[in-house]
């Protein structure tokens, strides 16, 4: 497989050694914990990544990818999920409201339902076409006043609300902790919210923290730079 890889593109061992390498590092991580490796979801972080960049992954078996905006998502993906039938796309960064229609024409899964609009929003697009990828809650929380995510205090409410009275397909939570901040306190309060509601899926760790993650009980790992190198 990695060799048929490669020969698509002279720059590809580094993405096929590191994505081996992540993989083996989330292994491990589960082993850690008592946790099967299938139980982690590695979404493969491919934003500002070049399609040529991105084609190893491919080769190698990745077949979930994540994009943090939905032009790019667009620009990108629809040809090669003709070639990848099994592909799973994930939106992984603000979504504007003017761009609902789209993201749920082409996304499988939203890591970023951060406000009470963008649910409304959503949910009328999905009565318009019958048709919602998977939604997880970003919570804030560290309270950071800059960042997106629905406050700690206001995220019980929110759920409910999403799930009772819009009905959407709430699967589960994600944050992205503090810089500065140890992120193990953030992911063990993501977890605990996600239980009190009875929510499986934890999307949480990056490059820097995602076996912390695990042993938190991370379900989807956004891996970008481990695996595709630093972005320019
Ligand atoms: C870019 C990004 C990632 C991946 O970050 P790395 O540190 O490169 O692994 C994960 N989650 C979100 C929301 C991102 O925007």
Same mark, same amino acid.
């Given at each position: 497989?990695?060799?048929?890889?490669?020969?698509? $593109?002279?720059?590809?061992?580094?993405?096929?050694? $590191?994505?081996?390498?992540?993989?083996?590092?989330?292994?491990?991580?589960? !082993?850690? @914990?008592?946790?099967?490796?299938?139980?982690?979801?590695?979404?493969?972080?491919?934003? @500002?990544?070049?399609?040529?960049?991105?084609?190893?992954?491919?080769?190698?078996?990745?077949?979930?990818?994540?994009? $943090? #905006?939905? +032009?790019?998502?667009?620009?990108?993906?629809?040809?090669?999920?003709?070639?990848?039938?099994?592909?799973?796309?994930?939106?992984? /960064?603000?979504? +504007? @409201?003017?761009?609902?229609?789209?993201?749920?024409?082409?996304?499988?899964?939203?890591?970023?339902?951060?406000?009470?609009?963008?649910?409304?929003?959503?949910?009328?697009?999905?009565?318009?076409? +019958?048709?919602?990828?998977?939604?997880?809650?970003?919570?804030?929380?560290?309270?950071?006043? +800059?960042? &997106?995510?629905?406050?700690?205090?206001?995220?019980?409410?929110?759920?409910?609300?999403? #799930?009772?009275?819009?009905?959407?397909?709430?699967?589960?939570?994600?944050?992205?902790?503090?810089?500065?901040?140890?992120? =193990?306190?953030?992911? =063990?309060?993501?977890?605990?919210?996600?239980?009190?509601? /009875?929510?499986? !899926?934890?999307?949480? /760790?990056?490059?820097?923290?995602?076996?912390?993650?695990?042993?938190?009980? &991370? @379900?989807?790992?956004?891996? /970008?730079?481990?695996?595709?190198?630093?972005?320019?």
């Amino acid at each position: 497989m990695a060799e048929t890889a490669m020969s698509l $593109n002279a720059g590809a061992a580094p993405v096929v050694e $590191n994505l081996a390498a992540v993989r083996a590092r989330i292994t491990a991580a589960c !082993a850690e @914990t008592g946790r099967r490796a299938e139980s982690v979801c590695l979404v493969a972080v491919s934003k @500002t990544i070049a399609i040529e960049a991105i084609m190893p992954a491919l080769g190698a078996g990745q077949r979930a990818f994540g994009e $943090n #905006r939905v +032009q790019e998502l667009i620009a990108k993906w629809p040809p090669l999920r003709e070639r990848f039938p099994d592909l799973e796309l994930h939106l992984i /960064g603000a979504l +504007q @409201t003017n761009k609902v229609r789209e993201a749920l024409a082409h996304a499988d899964c939203l890591h970023s339902l951060d406000r009470p609009k963008l649910a409304e929003a959503i949910a009328a697009e999905r009565d318009r076409v +019958q048709r919602c990828p998977k939604l997880f809650i970003q919570v804030n929380t560290g309270e950071e006043p +800059q960042k &997106a995510g629905i406050g700690p205090r206001e995220t019980d409410a929110f759920i409910d609300d999403c #799930r009772k009275r819009l009905g959407l397909p709430i699967v589960g939570l994600m944050c992205i902790p503090p810089h500065d901040d140890e992120p =193990a306190p953030h992911f =063990a309060l993501l977890r605990e919210m996600a239980r009190r509601h /009875g929510l499986a !899926a934890l999307s949480m /760790g990056m490059t820097a923290d995602f076996e912390i993650a695990i042993g938190f009980g &991370a @379900t989807h790992v956004r891996v /970008g730079s481990a695996i595709f190198g630093a972005r320019g």
